[in-house]
């Protein structure tokens, strides 16, 4: 990156941490931290969503469909996470190219699958082969992403059922003695109102989320515990700047890193909190009320 | 080879017990579910364990939280903030590498007439190492769920306890730490729940597997390994820990009944998932 | 809306499919000198500058990607790529469910690594990486096995005493002992496994396991594959 690291051999103390510090392996993890950060920012409100749906579906009249939402809520509490993500990625990535196959491909004769082999046919391949690497990073970050979105869409359908079901009963009355039809009930009065009542539920998620993005590197996605590794990893001279065992170091470092992470996102949510309180029929609410008068 | 030969052979293989080499060809289901299953000894030695011990710790460290004087209070808070704001698979890795560390020889600690060798190698396997990691962070963590109730006891039940003069010790053991352990044990529930679930990262980070002796997850990636195929394999292991969670809610829910035994049974606390305890 | 999105998306990840295939090479970037990730943070190595060659004289394009050595197969499988190329030995239980090109490398050794020469690798502690043909062999062999997931690990794990020796490729092992300063020596004698090191592919990619096959066929017989072998590895390793 320096000038002056042009031959790393000669370097010495500072400046051979400076130039080590910034070799294009050292931007590639400090990007990671960014990848890392997208992820969150990314999944959170995808998770919410699909939260939201199975909120609904296990609120649902219809039977079919409250089953599906119960077994959707119930299926992470039985299986570990860690499982999910080593198959489930595969498994989502064949199907989605499997349906692109039937679109493209309709007068494709050979098998898909062939003993263990899946192939579909060249024009089927999601990210095409002949693409550049970025849409491939793109379409497994998409992956995991939605991956990620579904096992926490999950706890959050969990957070948010137990939400709408907070929601004092007699404000829901209230509305229906408005003349409200039972869909304007609940767009108008339990979404708005249940908020208060999912926050709790929804920072402990997001904070299982943080501590779940060192998982990131099953999903093949290099994120910061695959370049920590990686560069930490004692190098030969093979390498231009060897030395010996310093995954320690880099783990130390992400943790610091972790921790940073939920320190500030505990700032934020217990403000959130405090927004969200005001004027509720809740204790914090009540508290507030006091103290203004 | 019947399937019954081969549970013979392999039931216990996690522990080194039985054939002494894994199946190498002719993957069987009987031979997934077999060694997938012996594996599962150790989650739930390590489940088991760690929450036993946990337990005890969380009390200790959820009364030093919400202690007056701030010796007591800041070690207790940092302590659940490094263990609940880091994830565990970092836990596990930095806590295999700090513990390679030790000295294999051990520390030699003179006693005057008599040096006592402390042996530490045996800290770096994974049956004590992935132990001490689980049972410090389930400490963290149930610490945090028994200080939450500690502190939504009802005014009234300590204000009745003042009033039969019950005082110090005899009034914690009476009133509190019941009421405390009635109002925890929904989210401690759940705490198990994932403890058992996290217990599946123990040999894909850090911790080696000795002697090809793993948990399911170990063997699960096995046969992956041998046949190729993540698609069955990886269900298994699905499939025996929703077994393993339903044994777990019901053992949880007698004990539960039992903390309730004397409510009304309309106000019994009810067990909902709260999914604040995943690492 | 959403849907129309996804599609457009979708079209855009998939444009371009009239266009010359392009051939992507799976390797694991933590086996030096085989394949490592150098400072630049590309794919570097023996292997690297090989499939270079082999993909120019084929006349294809190709592309580099890493992947973990656990996942390394079933990743093929599934078409994330088309080739391995990280130092995999050609053995029958691989090949039973993938097709392997000729060897490029010729059969190697294995072998022993400890701090002192005299280490048990009959009776000790032995690490390998997971899913190795050396962990199958020290699995058999009568010593305690311990696996670990990268081949950097288990040369950690003989450092700090958690293991007697370690067992891998004696390619990967011999510029670590010699840039150890006399802390680590080979231990036993050396063991021949597998048939060599080959290119990985699918079973029903007859075509470009014929264009590779050709392309090394041709290598080997105007020397640049052994010159290249040399440069990676040293002069005293078996050439073809």
């Known amino acids: ?293 | 080879m019947s399937c019954m030969e081969i549970i013979a052979d392999y039931g216990l293989r996690s522990l080194g017990i039985g054939e002494r080499l894994l199946p190498r060809s002719d993957f069987t289901l009987c031979h997934q579910f077999t060694l997938i299953g012996s594996g599962l000894i150790w989650n739930i030695y390590f489940g088991f364990l760690a929450l036993v011990f946990g337990f005890f710790a969380a009390n200790a460290i959820a009364l030093a939280k919400s202690a007056r004087s701030p010796w007591a209070r800041k070690p207790a808070e940092w302590f659940i903030f490094v263990f609940r704001g880091s994830p565990l698979f970092i836990q596990f890795f930095l806590a295999y590498e700090a513990l390679v560390l030790l000295p294999r020889a051990g520390f030699e600690i003179p006693l005057g007439f008599i040096t006592v060798t402390l042996e530490t190698s045996w800290l770096s396997k994974a049956w004590a190492g992935a132990l001490i990691v689980l049972f410090l962070n389930t400490a963290a963590y149930s610490a945090e769920i028994f200080y939450g109730a500690l502190r939504s006891i009802p005014k009234g039940d300590l204000e009745a306890a003042d009033a039969y003069g019950l005082t110090g010790w005899a009034k914690f053991r009476r009133v509190q730490w019941p009421t405390m352990l009635r109002l925890a044990w929904p989210a401690y529930t759940n705490e198990a729940i994932f403890l058992f679930h996290a217990t599946t990262l123990v040999f894909f980070s850090g911790f080696p597997a000795f002697r090809q002796q793993g948990d399911a997850l170990y063997y699960a990636s096995y046969f992956v390994d041998k046949t190729f195929n993540p698609f069955v394999p990886y269900p298994i292991v699905a499939f025996y820990f929703i077994l393993l969670t339903l044994a777990l809610i019901g053992l949880f829910g007698i004990i539960n009944k039992r903390l309730n035994r004397h409510l009304p049974s309309n106000a019994r606390a009810k067990f909902k998932l709260r999914p604040q305890i995943i690492r | 809306m959403k849907n129309l999105i996804l599609t457009t998306a979708l079209l855009a990840l998939t444009a371009g499919a009239a266009a010359a295939q392009t051939v992507r090479m799976g390797t694991e970037g933590a086996y030096p000198p085989y394949n490592f990730i150098n400072d630049a943070g590309e794919v570097d190595g023996f292997e690297r500058e090989l499939g270079d060659q082999l993909c120019e004289m084929a006349g294809l394009t190709c592309e580099w990607v890493t992947t973990d050595w656990d996942g390394i197969i079933p990743n093929l499988q599934s078409g994330n790529y088309d080739t391995i190329i990280a130092g995999m030995s050609i053995t029958a239980e691989r090949d039973e469910v993938i097709d392997f090109t000729q060897n490029y490398i010729p059969p190697a050794s294995s072998a022993y690594m400890a701090l002192d020469a005299g280490a048990d690798i009959k009776g000790g502690v032995i690490a390998a990486q997971t899913g190795t043909i050396q962990a199958g062999y020290v699995a058999e062999s009568g010593a305690t096995l311990v696996e670990y997931a990268t081949p950097d690990e288990t040369v950690a794990a003989v450092r700090n005493g958690e293991a007697d020796a370690v067992f891998a490729d004696k390619d990967y092992l011999a510029p670590i002992l010699a840039e150890s300063g006399g802390q680590f020596s080979w231990a036993g004698e050396d063991v021949q496994l597998g048939g060599g090191v080959g290119m990985g592919l699918r079973e029903s990619d007859t075509e470009l396991k014929g264009k590779f096959d050709a392309a090394i066929s041709a290598m080997k017989a105007d020397g640049s594959l052994n010159a290249l072998i040399v440069k990676w590895f040293g002069s005293d390793v078996a050439t073809f």
């Open chain 1, 1 to 293: 990156m320096f000038a002056f690291c042009a031959d790393p051999a000669s370097l010495e103390g500072y400046s051979w941490l400076i130039c080590y510090l910034t070799t294009g392996k050292h931007l590639d993890f400090y990007w990671s931290f960014v990848t890392v950060l997208t992820l969150l920012a990314v999944t959170a409100p995808t998770a919410l969503a699909f939260g939201f749906g199975g909120a609904m579906a296990a609120r649902s009249p219809l039977l079919p469909l409250r089953l599906l939402g119960q077994i959707y809520t119930g299926m992470v509490r039985g299986i570990p996470d860690i499982v999910f993500f080593l198959f489930f990625v595969i498994a989502l990535d064949q199907g989605i190219e499997w349906l692109v196959h039937q679109l493209r491909c309709p007068e494709w004769t050979d098998p898909i699958r062939n003993g263990l082999e899946f192939r579909v046919c060249p024009e089927a391949k999601v990210p095409n082969n002949s693409a550049p690497q970025v849409w491939h990073s793109l379409y497994g970050f998409a992956l995991a992403v939605v991956t990620f979105a579904l096992v926490f869409g999950a706890f959050a359908a969990n957070v948010l059922f137990g939400a709408m079901q907070a929601v004092p009963r007699a404000q829901l009355e209230t509305a229906e003695a408005y003349g409200m039809s039972p869909r304007q009930v609940f767009r108008r009065v339990l979404v708005p109102q249940m908020w208060v009542y999912a926050l709790p539920g929804l920072s402990n998620l997001w904070m299982i989320l943080i501590k779940a993005t060192p998982l990131l590197f099953l999903l093949g996605v290099q994120d910061i515990v695959y370049w920590a590794r990686e560069l930490g990893g004692s190098k030969t001279s093979a390498y231009d700047y060897p030395h010996p065992d310093w995954r320690l170091y880099y783990f130390l470092g992400l943790l610091v890193f972790y921790l940073l992470m939920t320190k500030m996102s505990e700032r934020v949510l217990a403000r959130v909190q405090t927004r969200l309180s005001h004027g509720q029929a809740t204790a914090s609410g009540e508290a507030q009320r006091r103290a203004e008068a």
